[in-house]
């Protein structure tokens, strides 16, 4: 007898039955809860596919029918197993094509191509998936040394497989594990104390249809985060000193000119606000102080790959920059899918009588 393949493993066998091997189909025996056919049964996957027929109260279907039945059917217990909204699309097509298949049916619809063996690996990341997130979940960061979390994070880096786009169920699934994932690092950023990059992060991680709204942030923490920073007054101080000797007032922007960059040491500010576009407006009182608006306008996104250097700052620990520059990475193979959305974010900064120390 000619070798086959199972259709759900893919592994080779070489006895009678046409669809599945021995060991696969006795787990599907236990998946779609059947009991195990007795031995007097000598097809036993003509046998499941019958069960599946009535199960589904599709009666006196021919061969061809059961057996198409069944892939559909098996195909979505997985798909309904693996619990992701995205998938609810294309869970409901093959259900409209299990109730087509009738008795007199001329034709078997196909709306949804897939292989069972797809289907069945797709279901099996899933399951990886859900158990470095269980495992992920339960490590004392602090306490981890810089290689064993840096092994932790690249565990997950399947999920952001890029070549999975292609096909509509593939793409339905890495879709979804990278927005449990992203949604995970909210989480833990709050956690972190890092509340401003979560909640950046989270206003951009997009369900199906959904587009992120322009953020506009003022929330008080935040503000004194910036206007407490060595960073914030090392800079007012050094563009008052160079361009304010002989006038009352100076506006600038970091497109235009390199003084009014600024970067932030503080790690939440950091991951934020790494390089963001500022206008700086710098007035002088008659009582000698100064009025100081600082706007901080940028694109939340992620679109290109950085290296272990870029995110390493004087105060910003390895375990952080590792953390940050993977992050950064998975980003931008998420915003390929769509995970992540670009948005515009607006930081004003006003500091009045500010004085010069």
């Not at 990886?128 to 932790?152: H, P």
């Not at 100076?250 to 000119?257: E, H, K, T, Y």
């Not at 993977?326 to 006003?350: C, R």
Request: hydrophobic share 35%; net charge negative; glycine share 4%.
């Amino acid at each position: 007898m000619d070798e086959k393949r199972c259709i759900l493993c893919n592994k080779p066998y070489n006895y009678k039955y046409e669809m599945f091997g021995r060991g696969c189909l006795d787990n599907l025996y236990d998946l779609l809860g059947f009991s195990k056919s007795p031995r007097i049964i000598w097809n036993k996957e003509l046998n499941l596919c019958t069960k599946i027929a009535w199960k589904n109260h599709k009666f006196f279907l021919n061969k061809k029918k059961k057996y198409a039945l069944a892939q559909k059917y098996i195909a979505l217990t997985y798909l309904n197993m693996m619990n992701y909204e995205a998938l609810n699309d294309i869970k409901e097509q093959i259900s409209n094509d299990i109730k087509k298949i009738k008795v007199f049916s001329e034709n078997i619809v196909e709306t949804v191509s897939f292989s069972l063996n797809e289907i069945y690996k797709l279901y099996n990341y899933t399951q990886k998936f859900n158990e470095i997130l269980k495992e992920v979940k339960k490590v004392i960061w602090e306490e981890v040394d810089e290689k064993v979390a840096e092994g932790f994070i690249k565990s997950l880096s399947f999920i952001f497989d890029e070549t999975k786009k292609a096909n509509p169920i593939s793409y339905a699934v890495f879709y979804s594990m990278q927005y449990t994932f992203w949604q995970v690092v909210v989480v833990g950023g709050i956690l972190a104390d890092m509340k401003l990059s979560a909640r950046l992060l989270s206003n951009s991680l997009s369900i199906f249809g959904k587009e992120p709204h322009d953020l506009v942030i003022d929330d008080e923490e935040t503000i004194t985060d910036i206007k407490t920073s060595e960073e914030f007054n090392n800079k007012i101080k050094e563009l008052i000193e160079k361009y304010c000797k002989d006038k009352d007032k100076f506006v600038g922007n970091s497109l235009d000119n390199e003084d009014c960059k600024i970067e932030f040491n503080n790690e939440d500010l950091f991951l934020s606000i790494h390089g963001s576009p500022t206008n700086i407006v710098i007035e002088k009182n008659e009582d000698e102080t100064w009025n100081v608006n600082m706007e901080i306008i940028d694109t939340y996104d992620f679109t290109d790959f950085k290296n272990l250097k870029e995110y390493m700052t004087s105060n910003n620990s390895l375990l952080m920059s590792i953390f940050s520059s993977i992050l950064n990475n998975f980003g931008v193979a998420s915003s390929e899918y769509g995970v992540i959305k670009p948005y515009k974010v607006t930081i004003k900064v006003q500091q009045n009588n500010y004085i010069v120390k």
